[in-house]
């Protein structure tokens, strides 16, 4: 991996995983675009449209068309917030790599002070100074937190935030096989099982727009409890081998 004086990565990958994100798309990849390019002249923008029934996948071939920098990755049909997530990392081909959401929840010029930081770290994880999600969101969150304390023995402020950045170094030899919300856990377990070094940097968070959360439902909650239990299962065979 090549790298310069400051010892920051040369080239950067971003990825967004898109659910029917028709309406936040443009929005996003233009402040991507502003975002990045004082950063750094090598770098891709990397659009896993995960199976969207809208027009997510017609709007991210026309920014494409636009600027050549933006890559469309297609689902051809939904896998889950953990499959675009491994697709995203898949696909991902410069020095560093970079993830965050399609809802504009997020500044990305924020994304300059992770650049920096990437120089020192392994990898940059960021949390929400204020979360703008509803308090039921919230207190799920909080739970989830300190239920993946006690079960895997690491700590993060607040470990689904969708503003993170690797080294690409720190990210080798790890296979995720997580499809849904514990994709974020099994990520983190094994980065923390490799002893890569993190720190962690507040970034804002603003309400949604545009688009429907999915994140909430009670079932898709129920189905996220059930698969942590089974990842903590999962990791602890792959010890004992």
Request: aromatic fraction near 10%.
């Amino acid at each position: 991996m090549s790298q310069d004086a400051a010892g920051r990565p040369q080239s950067l990958s971003i990825f967004f995983p898109a659910y029917n994100e028709e309406a936040n798309l443009p929005t996003l990849i233009e402040r991507t675009l502003a975002a990045v390019r004082p950063l750094t002249d090598d770098f891709e923008i990397i659009i896993v449209n995960d199976g969207s029934s809208d027009r997510t996948q017609e709007v991210a071939e026309a920014i494409a068309r636009e600027h050549p920098q933006v890559r469309p990755v297609r689902h051809e049909v939904n896998k889950g917030y953990g499959g675009a997530l491994i697709t995203g990392f898949e696909s991902a081909t410069r020095d560093a790599v970079f993830f965050s959401d399609s809802d504009n929840q997020f500044d990305l010029a924020e994304i300059a002070k992770f650049w920096e930081l990437i120089g020192r770290h392994d990898a940059v994880i960021g949390y929400r100074i204020k979360r703008a999600d509803p308090f039921m969101r919230k207190v799920n969150a909080f739970c989830w937190g300190r239920l993946i304390r006690v079960l895997f023995g690491f700590k993060v402020r607040d470990l689904d935030c969708a503003f993170k950045m690797f080294r690409r170094g720190a990210l080798e030899g790890i296979s995720l096989g997580s499809r849904g919300a514990t994709i974020t856990v099994e990520l983190m377990a094994r980065l923390h099982r490799k002893g890569v070094r993190w720190v962690q940097v507040g970034v804002h968070h603003y309400p949604r727009k545009a688009g429907v959360q999915t994140g909430a439902k009670l079932r898709v909650i129920l189905r996220a409890f059930a698969d942590l239990f089974r990842l903590r299962r999962r990791l602890r065979r792959e010890q004992t081998r």
